[in-house]
């Protein structure tokens, strides 16, 4: 069964140091998507990717933050300069269809630590 | 603006016991709601999803939820539970726009005891 999978699973960082975060998500599927969630908190949406290009961000999602799709396969989230606020587990998804009903298919996430 | 409230951080049953699982919605539209669970150390995996064609949705693993309109409910339940629903679930609503977002519930942990 196609899933998507997460990179690396635990990640543990010095404040100020970049990171990137890697997913690939399903093979045919057209949107992309991360999610954190802050220990003891509700998940959060940070950003939409189609097309190449973000098509929605939050107002988490501030200029530290970037997003890629490299190549035809991976999807990255880079943190520029991390904070310690940025410690969260990290969750990539992806949907065929952006329609009503499409579900998103969640990765394991990646634990950020930032020390 | 769309947003669900889960009540209830943390539920324990008996194995055999009725689950119940409770999430209330706001939203402006019709809203679009999803049941997602975790398992220790794997992503989230849907459960279910109301997308307005029934108001009764059955999903995996016997779980169903109902919509109530009246009470902006969209509570999951489970006649029987077993060992291995001991996990987190997630209630979450399709925010606004044309992305497919999703706004998620605080999440509530289920304890199943033996």
């Known amino acids: 069964e196609p899933e998507v999978t997460q990179t690396p699973s635990h990640q543990v960082t010095q404040m100020g140091q970049e990171v990137i975060l890697r997913c690939v998500p399903i093979?045919?599927?057209?949107?992309f998507y991360w999610y954190r969630q802050i220990l003891g908190q509700k998940v959060e949406f940070l950003v939409s990717?189609?097309?190449?290009?973000?098509?929605?961000k939050s107002e988490i999602f501030d200029d530290q933050f970037s997003v890629e799709r490299p190549d035809g396969s991976n999807f990255t989230l880079k943190i520029r300069s991390t904070k310690l606020e940025d410690s969260a587990m990290y969750f990539c998804?992806?949907?065929?269809?952006?329609?009503?009903?499409?579900?998103?298919?969640f990765g394991p996430g990646t634990r950020l630590t930032v020390l | 603006a769309q947003s669900v409230t889960q009540l209830g951080s943390h539920v324990s049953v008996s194995e055999g016991a009725l689950v119940l699982l409770r999430c209330n919605y706001s939203?402006?539209?019709?809203?679009?709601l999803f049941w997602y669970v975790q398992y220790p150390n794997q992503g989230l995996q849907l459960l279910l999803k109301?997308?307005?064609?029934?108001?009764l949705v059955k999903g995996i693993n016997g779980f169903e939820a109902e919509f109530k309109k009246s009470e902006t409910s969209f509570h999951l339940t489970k006649p029987s539970a077993h060992m291995s629903d001991a996990a987190e679930y997630f209630c979450?609503?399709?925010?606004?726009?044309?992305?497919?977002?999703?706004?998620f519930g605080q999440g509530t942990t289920l304890q199943v005891k033996p």
């Open positions: 990717f189609y097309n190449n290009e973000i098509s929605e």
């Open positions: 939203s402006s539209v019709p809203p679009y």
């Open positions: 109301y997308t307005s064609a029934a108001t």
């Open positions: 093979s045919n599927h057209l949107y």
């Open positions: 979450a609503v399709r925010g606004p726009g044309n992305t497919g977002k999703l706004i």
């Open positions: 998804a992806s949907s065929g269809g952006q329609g009503w009903g499409n579900e998103q298919f």
